[in-house]
């Protein structure tokens, strides 16, 4: 493979003249640099990117990896850095957050109010007994007081744990269970599309499934006046708690190392793994790759649509353009409504000028503009646009055109995104000012990021070769351990066989022409649906979790068109097997079961029931077969050693 030389986009240079990193010999001498001196190129960085209280005297620490420390005797605040530093500079007045509700009102907060709100909220935590270290989970929708949650526990040293608003009771509470946290930061209910939804009926089912001792507090966000149950020794509201509240608070300085959050994100075996972040080389990789990958300037507004319970709400809403001082978009709805224009029409509203979104959203917007004008990017006035971001799963070439053309106007570079819940930040890039663009390519490491292809014993493939994407120096903003299973970090992370790099998880290829990556999915049993991440065993657990009924399952994936990937479960029920009316009826309650158990974005698309499942003779599910019999191939396989080769016939059959 090598990238045909029609496909390349060049920079548009007049657009992009002044960019942050203009030209690929810019781009080149920052790697350079990085190269030459490893540790000296993020501390400059650091400095730059960062205000300290009191300055470090060490980049890199490497000497007990995997645990990696950066910048360690520096000690900071996040929240300083994001609020009291811009209203410093003089930025007070200027707007921080354009807030836009599902029902389209607009709330402007500027950074002097959200320094003031933040500072007031930190003092409620405060006063509640939360201190520095404490855990904090937050389950709210997007909200500017959702971001405020973030920054009032950053301004106190307390670690938080966002919750995304869609997990169910029961992941909800493992989650709880897991941080140790001390308080829940909720609101009544969420709106979305129109809908009331709730949030805090379901951290009182979360909290009554037991094992949440350790939470004191529940603050809850008036955001409707919808109903909810109380327990007045617990609960509180957001507005009784700040009332009074001083509008300033002396932020906590913290150690570098400090943990700013836990996240929660799956992985191929066993529950959710509570990534780990610090706050000073987190802090320096958002705000630097705000700047360079998304090039912001002072009169940018950004906006990514994210939600603050992913990594991407967290790096590329509630810090990185703050850290800045930039202007960014908070949107609590969904794209489709009112009507699949709500992009555009927002865009073009708030003179949005760099969109950043997931691919899944423009796959099915596409789908729907093509088949109404109103709602076709075309019919709205998308000129403020400059630049335009892609992140969470592969964007297929179709899509990246559709999205350059349509959207951009044929003008904006696409910075195809590629990075994790555990890399903090940006990984693979283009810089919009520096690197021409490949459809389908996120194309070269960030600068200082030392991304590469090996094989299984960690030696470099040749470009064109395909092999296991890893990383093979630490940076500033990497996990630092999984909360409480330091064990499990280092062997899901850095396996021994790969010689201390960092294992991502993904395959990719380079290519043998310009060295570009391409991403080519992950290599273990991750799912990324809607570029939602799933662990297959996250999913069979909560599908054998339903003992009345289910006996066995195996899960897959199989591409889909829109949500990059579908899950596709293979059951084996307790009685016998169903078929028609009846398989449909249990499908909808095994489907509905799994929303239940853990949050309605896991719930498989196809189920599909078999006496047994395919088998070794030394019983291995063969998930190979699984596979080609979710994609309806046909089996090509060797099936010689399977103990059961009847049951293909039944697991061919859909519902
Ligand atoms: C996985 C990480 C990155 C923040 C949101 C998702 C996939 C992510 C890309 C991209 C191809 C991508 C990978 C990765 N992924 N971005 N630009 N091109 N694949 O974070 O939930 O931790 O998921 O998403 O498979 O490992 P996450």
Aim: glycine letters at 10%; one cysteine or more.
């Amino acid at each position: 493979m090598s990238n045909d030389a029609a496909t390349v986009h060049p920079v548009p240079e007049a657009t992009m003249q002044g960019a942050h990193v203009f030209g690929m010999a810019a781009h080149q001498a920052l790697v350079a640099e990085a190269e030459a001196d490893y540790g000296g190129y993020w501390a400059r960085l650091a400095r730059e990117f960062v205000t300290w209280k009191t300055p470090f005297t060490k980049s890199l620490d490497d000497s007990n990896a995997p645990f990696f420390k950066w910048f360690e005797d520096g000690t900071l605040n996040v929240s300083y850095n994001c609020l009291d530093r811009n209203v410093e500079r003089g930025l007070g007045g200027k707007v921080a957050i354009v807030f836009e509700a599902d029902d389209g009102q607009v709330t402007r907060v500027t950074y002097s109010d959200l320094l003031a709100r933040t500072c007031r909220l930190a003092n409620a935590l405060k006063a509640r007994g939360v201190k520095k270290g404490d855990r904090v989970v937050i389950y709210m929708a997007m909200s500017i007081e959702g971001v405020v949650a973030m920054q009032a526990c950053a301004r106190i040293g307390a670690t938080h744990s966002v919750v995304f608003g869609g997990f169910s009771a029961q992941s909800l509470r493992d989650r709880i269970e897991g941080a140790g946290a001390v308080m829940v930061i909720t609101a009544d209910e969420q709106v979305r599309g129109g809908k009331q939804l709730p949030l805090k009926a379901i951290v009182d089912d979360a909290i009554a499934l037991g094992g949440c001792e350790s939470v004191k507090d529940v603050i809850v966000y008036r955001r409707t006046g919808g109903k909810t149950g109380w327990h007045p020794s617990r609960d509180h509201w957001m507005h009784d708690e700040t009332e009074g509240q001083p509008e300033v608070c002396e932020p906590e300085w913290v150690g570098a190392e400090h943990p700013l959050f836990l996240l929660y994100t799956s992985g191929s075996t066993g529950k959710p793994k509570g990534v780990q972040h610090s706050t000073g080389g987190y802090l320096l990789h958002a705000a630097l790759t705000t700047k360079w990958t998304f090039d912001i300037r002072d009169d940018d507004v950004f906006w990514c649509t994210a939600d603050i319970g992913w990594v991407t709400g967290h790096t590329y809403i509630a810090y990185g353009p703050l850290a800045l001082g930039a202007t960014e978009v908070v949107f609590e709805g969904v794209p489709t409504y009112p009507d699949a224009g709500r992009f555009w029409k927002m865009i073009q509203d708030h003179k949005v000028s760099v969109f950043y979104t997931a691919p899944t959203a423009i796959r099915s917007l596409i789908k729907l503009a093509d088949a109404s004008d109103a709602v076709h990017p075309k019919s709205y006035d998308l000129s403020s646009l400059r630049i335009l971001g892609s992140v969470g799963e592969p964007i297929n070439p179709a899509a990246w055109e559709w999205y350059h053309r349509n959207v951009g106007g044929g003008r904006c570079p696409i910075v195809d995104t590629f990075w994790q819940t555990e890399t903090g930040g940006h990984m693979i890039t283009p810089l919009p000012g520096a690197t021409p663009l490949v459809p389908g390519s996120c194309t070269l490491p960030f600068p200082g990021i030392a991304a590469a292809i090996v094989d299984e014993t960690g030696n470099d493939v040749p470009n064109g070769q395909g092999g296991i994407l890893v990383v093979k120096k630490p940076w500033p903003s990497m996990i630092r351990t999984i909360w409480g299973e330091a064990d499990r970090f280092k062997s899901s992370y850095f396996p021994p066989e790969l010689k201390g790099y960092y294992l991502a998880g993904d395959g990719a290829i380079r290519d043998p022409g310009n060295g570009y990556f391409t991403i080519t999915g992950r290599i273990d049993d991750v799912l990324n649906v809607s570029g939602h991440r799933m662990g297959t065993m996250e999913i069979e657990s909560a599908l054998v979790s339903c003992t009345d009924l289910v006996a066995e399952a195996a899960v897959v994936g199989r591409p889909d068109d829109t949500t990059g990937e579908a899950i596709c479960a293979f059951v084996v029920l307790k009685g016998e097997r169903p078929t028609g009316a009846a398989a449909k009826k249990i499908a909808t309650e095994l489907r509905n079961w799994v929303g239940r158990e853990i949050g309605p974005i896991a719930k498989p698309k196809e189920i599909r029931f078999g006496d047994n499942l395919p088998k070794t003779r030394s019983g291995k599910i063969m998930r190979r077969l699984l596979r080609s019999l979710a994609k309806d191939e046909e089996i090509t396989q060797d099936t010689s050693t399977l103990e059961n080769p009847a049951v293909l016939a039944q697991l061919a059959e859909k519902n």
